[in-house]
């Protein structure tokens, strides 16, 4: 059984830009597996991968959580078994959650030894996904929240949507008067309500598990997760962190942000200017010259940097579908749901970083330590340091290096995600909450220009954009 | 002649309004002919001469309200929908024109619609589920799925517009959204069965062999 999921997980590619690939590669093993014609029906299709899917990641999942308490006795063992068993038919009935069961099956097929940190963080960065709405279902809501339907409110509302979002769906259409384009964002009905609810029952039934002592924070980080996802649902957040955005750049900066029609937006319905453009795998088919690529690299740096230290926002997923690339050459960033707001103590310590970043040894330990959140014995661990140290100077370099960066070099990632793995494999996770989204942004922004095979100058960027000078 | 049926139209339309009131305001098992006629201005045994029941007289209000759902379904149309977005415009567009009866729509159905009691029980309640199915296979036959719709299609499709109406008229989520969800999923249920009962029967067959 074990050889056949492996198989299975293997032959599923994913491709966080192409919405369709994973499900047409599903379908086809799925034929191939039960060697009978599938139900077309596009709802029980739907239900079918979706616990087929769930079946899969929580093979790898039952497995990999008995690892941790293979050490407890037998009583102990029996009544993790029974929270295990229940917190598993949750989630295989959660089918919002399929594209992050999926990943999560993906991520333990290839790392079974990861730890409780990690599986939090798949958690944390789950798309949630909703049914698709037929146009009919989408005037209601529309009503329900603005009082009139989208053709009383716009012209040429688009009746299909051009994207699937997180929780919903975005259509097109246009403002009444200036005809100006808009991307019109629908949360899909009670879905927040109902994630939310799915969360707490979760929680309940994993944390009374009794695992080693890496468990311990497991309770802090669903905590961090239900946060992100209470703002992540609310709209009306999105908007806040949009306008923030938007402020950050001149016009002539090439960045460009939506602007929000606050009078037809609201928690569940999220109005705000379209972006003409294409996400990153189809600029690349246009060939674009090296000069061009940099220059979208310098932006894409830019708009990290100018955000994170200008206006204290972190947009913690750099994913490729939120960036486009617009035809005259600007770079559109989208999908302020996940943004994290600094605190004080957040800034405080990432100026010490900063600092460290060209600080004596001594100066470098420390902001290492207190990035680890060690204890002082941790602190003294050789290896632990060493890892910390190689992830913080792979992140750093960059920055360091005088003139354009090669981004594109083929060890530079690799490096980066080799660090990475070895951290968690010999469990060095414990660190502050905010590493979390740091990394995500890190690893995501780098990941970008490494595919965009970039030359930047990161370093002028970076003396020009931070707050410690 | 012509003064008549209009004056007749107009007891019946005031009749209709103190009934709708009384409902709403007092309940309908709370309110009986009597009050209704009281409201209306007119002799108690007069009102027997428009309804025989109060009930049927509830029932009248909502095949109206029905009625004028289907004006709004067949206006909102675009013609392109597929089979389980048209049966969703179809039932939203109906409930839409019962929100004003939400409160008490629970009684009525319960007494004229119920599948418990017999077909001759409610004139008007049987008159307005054979429209409804009506429609019903007219919808399906235009999607192709058939043009004679088996009992068994027409039965699933009943307990689940029955159900429907019975959550939404106690639904206490935001503008009843849990509805949306539920008629949603429901109808997607449905649309499957209709039109994938065969397939399945088949592929499960071949999986045998």
Redesign the interface.
Known sequence: MTVNINELIKAIPWDDEADEAPQQALDQLLRKLAHKSLPTGALNRFWVLGTLQAKIAAAYFVHWIRSWFAGLDEKERRLNETHLKAALKLLGGMSYMRGAVMKLGQVLANYPDVVPEQFAEILGRLHFEAPPMHFSLLRELFRNELGSTPDEVFDDFETEAFAAASLGQVHRARLKGTGRRVAVKIQYPNIARTIRDDFRNMQALVLPMRMSSDWDNLREQFEGIRQMLDLEVDYENEARNMEIALNAFEEHEEVVIPRVYREFSTRRVLTMDYIDGVHLRHYLATNPSQEERDRYGHLIILSSFRLSYGKDLLHADPHPGNYFFMPDGRLGLIDFGSCCLYSKDDIDYMSECERAIEGSEEAINKSLARAGDLTPRQAAEKERLRLFREWAEWVWEPMRCEGPFDFGAPDYFQKGIQIYGDLLRRRFVRSLPLNVWLAKCFVGVRALLARLDAHVDMRTIWKQETYVK | MRVTRQTKEKTRQRILKAAFDLFVGRGFYETTTRDIAAKARIATGTLFNYFPTKEALAMEIIAEALESGRDDYAK?R?G???L??DL??FI?TGLRKLEPHRTYLASVVETALSPFTSSNNNRVGEQVRVDHLEQIASLLAAHQVTDQPSFVVIHIYWALYLGILAFWSTDD???Q??T??LL??AL??F??SA??SR??LE?SH??QH
């Open positions: 909102l675009r392109e929908e597929s389980a977005e969703f415009l939203i989520s935001p503008n959204e849990d949306l969800v949603d999923h997607g249920l649309v499957a039109t994938n397939s399945r592929a071949d999986g």
